[in-house]
């Protein structure tokens, strides 16, 4: 019994450490795409922003999908924060 929770605790742990890598290798590939198309802008600006809008077609496969579960993610917390009140 004591191994399964233990075998249970580690699944736990891999399954955070993969969303946690998954996500930093999305914000990896969005750094580089960041610099390459909108370097000129200063991070989390409206402008930045608008810059990796304009060039969303031209972004690694990475970076796109970072930003669809981003997107996905803000939609969730934004229906549940309304759900609430």
Not at 19 to 31: E, N, V
Not at 38 to 54: F, I, L, N, Q, W
Request: one cysteine or more; hydrophobic letters at 40%; aromatic letters at 8%.
């Amino acid at each position: 019994m004591k191994s399964n929770r233990i075998f249970a605790a580690l699944g736990a742990i891999a399954l955070v450490l993969t969303f946690s890598s998954a996500a930093d290798a999305g914000r990896l590939a969005c750094r580089g795409d960041f610099k390459k198309y909108c370097s000129a802008e200063e991070p989390g600006t409206g402008k930045a922003v608008a810059c990796m809008r304009e060039h969303f077609d031209e972004l690694s496969d990475g970076c796109k999908e970072y930003i669809k579960e981003m997107k996905a993610e803000k939609a969730a917390n934004e229906a549940e924060s309304h759900a609430q009140q």
